[in-house]
Nanobody
């Protein structure tokens, strides 16, 4: 099973930017669909965005569309989430996830079989 470790979270003012990284180890993720999810206190884990193995197709939640961008570097076994124009409602723990079974982006957490431990993103107003 692949091991995922997120980094890059932190505290940022509204309107600012952060770039999250997800480093994979144990297996290559070059053929995996990768997703980013987030979970705020008292809320369910929600889909943020995903990217297919080739990077040619991405899918985003409406709430982040136009502000967030997912990319991947298969040679480095990494996936990234560039977050711009951050809002206080983006505050959450952000998780990287791997789907080894599909070649399309699945938007539900149950579709992913490997998860990172999460990284906290806090956006102040």
């Amino acid at each position: 099973q692949v091991r995922l470790v997120e980094s890059g979270g932190g505290l940022v003012q509204a309107g600012g930017s952060l770039r999250l990284s997800c480093a994979a180890s144990g297996r290559t993720i070059s053929m995996y669909t990768m997703g980013w999810f987030r979970q705020a206190p008292g809320k369910e884990r929600e889909f943020v965005g995903g990217i297919v193995w080739s990077g040619s197709i991405t899918n985003y939640a409406d709430s982040v569309k136009g502000r967030f961008t997912i990319s991947r570097d298969n040679a480095r076994n990494r996936v990234y989430l560039q977050m711009n124009i951050l809002k206080p409602e983006d505050t959450a723990v952000y998780y990287c996830a791997a789907d080894s079974r599909r070649s399309v982006v699945f938007t539900r957490p149950a579709g992913y079989n490997s998860w990172g431990q999460g990284t906290q993103v806090t956006v102040s107003s």
